[in-house]
């Protein structure tokens, strides 16, 4: 009798466990089926970001996967928009465009990628983004940029871009910054040969703090032939690499201005100008060549190479 009743409590037991998981399961489930996820585009290859000046063909065009419930499906198109940045130290750097809309790319257009996913090719020409933009080609020049800016549009008029955004998309898994940058470049040429000016400046007055707190690189152009040519201005924290402004030169340097000149050999096909950083955001220098156009300016903090403005000389 108790071995009879000891079976039908581990019968009712299970029964009501088991009733009890089919029950949270329909719970899950309808909290599952009634939640809404938003979308996000995966960079998989940005494969043109350069315009070069007077280039008929010149293009942006990056490879996106879009990312959604359904695989998709719920996606109704992905708008594109654009907006000029000028970068020309001389010419209102800073000042930007209205954003454009460019075109709607409709979902139907998109194919499965590698993982299944809807993926697209998306190009545009520097012709379509300067009329997107009303920006009249005359007033574009090297290190100018387009910002090409993607919009998902669902099929419910939820809309996801930049703004819904978070660091966890724009990271190396889902590279999914929405907006890109299209960089105006001059077509290259032979550089000028001949004594080039660096015009340069300290913001606080103690002379350059590059990629150390105590003087640090020079700006370096490397030549074709492999020579190797610095300049930068002088600190009073420790000697800087190379020669620039050599020691007879920094006493009457006033550490918030200084002039450094480079000179470069006719015959040289290229020169390859590189930045090495500003410690304390404190640096400004401008490039002038031989005929005396500016030609390039002050990169940023971080180091990295400088744009030659070629158009300009």
């Known amino acids: 009798m108790k071995n009879k009743f000891k079976i039908f409590r581990t019968l ?78 001389d010419n209102g750097k800073g000042a930007t465009s209205a954003e454009g809309l460019v075109e709607s790319v409709a979902s139907s257009t998109f194919s499965p990628g590698t993982a299944g996913l809807p993926t697209f090719s998306y190009s545009v020409t520097l012709a379509t983004l300067l009329s997107s933009t009303g920006v009249p080609e005359s007033d574009i020049d090297g ?36 907006l890109y940058a299209a960089t105006i470049v001059c077509p290259p040429k032979a550089p000028t040969a001949g004594v080039w000016t ?26 074709d032939n492999g020579t190797v040519l610095e300049v930068g201005m002088c600190s009073p924290y420790g000697s800087a690499a190379g020669t620039f402004l050599g020691s007879a030169d920094c006493a009457p340097n006033d550490g918030s201005t200084g002039v450094g000149t480079i000179t470069i050999p006719a015959g040289t096909l290229t020169a390859d100008w590189f930045f090495p950083g500003d410690a304390y955001g404190e640096i400004g220098f401008e490039i002038v060549t031989p005929n005396g156009n500016v030609v390039g300016g002050y990169p940023g903090v971080d180091a990295q190479m400088i744009t030659i403005g070629f158009c300009k000389d």
């Open 12 to 89: 009712a037991v299970t029964a009501l466990v088991v009733a009890s998981c089919s029950e949270s399961d329909k719970v899950f489930d309808q909290i599952t089926d009634s939640e809404q996820r938003g979308a996000i585009l995966r960079t998989v290859e940005i494969t043109s970001n350069e315009l070069p000046i007077g280039v008929s063909d010149g293009f942006f065009a990056v490879d996106l996967e879009v990312q959604s419930q359904e695989n998709g499906t719920l996606v109704q198109a992905v708008d594109v928009y654009a907006s000029f940045f000028d970068n020309t130290p």
């Open 198 to 223: 660096v015009n340069m400046t300290d913001s606080y007055g103690d002379g350059w703090q590059t990629d150390t707190g105590g003087g640090g690189s020079g700006i370096t152009v490397t030549l």
């Open 143 to 178: 290190s100018d940029q387009f910002r090409v800016r993607f919009e998902i549009v669902m099929t419910d008029g939820r809309k996801f871009s930049l703004a819904q955004n978070s660091g966890t998309l724009t990271g190396s898994y889902f590279s999914s910054p929405w």
